[in-house]
């Protein structure tokens, strides 16, 4: 009965390489998120969907890029991997409605880059 | 700019001693105030939350924060620290009625880590 989920949880590739991350949640939210945890735990908004659309986007390079199949699912694809996309990644959801704007975390991805 | 500080990044108690940790922000106008915990390896589980009201907000495993509008501040406090309190603790900011702007997303301190010594 997991919230948020992420696959996988571990992640070593190769530089150069195409990798994607799973997240769903089965919250009923409708707004889902991505955010980065570099190797000094600072966090960072990535991207957020709402109904399968793009909100924002703190410029990050167009390596990544998220899809959003449905509205419990939003996955991060990031083509020709870099050593600096190494870190954790964390998906989250919230649901739009005054009141409920607590965001709730998956247990993150952390993704090597050799 | 909009940003939390945290200005202790490295806080080590004994265990049974209080807690605080300190946080501030820099916001246009009141925003939402959260704190999260991960622990080692682990995600970040939401500790408790500030929406408006009562200054005072209750958390889990203990926790407590007061908000202060005066000192722009979100500090959190437990009288009795347990050795499982030994995390990275975050404080996090997002803005009201954020629909038409940012959409809510948040903005995080750069963390304190707690080490408690038994």
């Known amino acids: 009965d997991t919230a948020v989920s992420q696959t996988p949880k571990y992640l070593v590739t190769q530089m150069g390489n195409d990798k994607s991350i799973k997240c769903e949640q089965n919250l009923g939210h409708d707004t889902m998120y991505w955010y980065k945890q570099d190797s000094k735990k600072f966090l960072k908004i990535m991207f957020s969907y709402n109904n399968k659309e793009l909100i924002i986007n703190e410029t990050v390079p167009n390596r990544f890029s998220p899809k959003s199949p449905d509205k419990a699912h939003l996955n991060l694809h990031i083509n020709s991997l870099e050593l600096g996309d190494s870190a954790v990644y964390f998906c989250a959801s919230r649901q739009r409605t005054s009141g409920k704007e607590t965001q709730y975390f998956g247990p993150g991805t952390r993704l090597l880059v050799l | ?118």
């Not at chain 2, 501040?73 to 009625?97: I, M, Q, T």
């Open chain 2, 1 to 118: 700019a909009q940003s939390v500080t945290q200005p202790d990044i490295h806080i080590t108690v004994s265990e049974g001693a209080s807690l605080e940790l300190r946080c501030n922000y820099s916001y246009g106008a009141t925003p939402y105030l959260f704190w999260y915990v991960q622990s080692p390896g682990q995600g970040l589980q939401l500790l408790l939350k500030y929406f408006s009201g009562d200054t005072l907000v209750q958390g889990i495993k203990g926790f407590e924060a007061e908000f202060k509008r005066s000192q722009s501040s979100f500090n959190l406090r437990k009288p009795s620290v347990h050795w499982s309190d030994a995390a990275e603790y975050f404080c996090a900011v997002a803005p009201k009625g954020g629909y038409g702007g940012s959409q809510g997303n948040l903005i995080f301190g750069k963390g304190t880590k707690l080490s408690v010594k038994p």
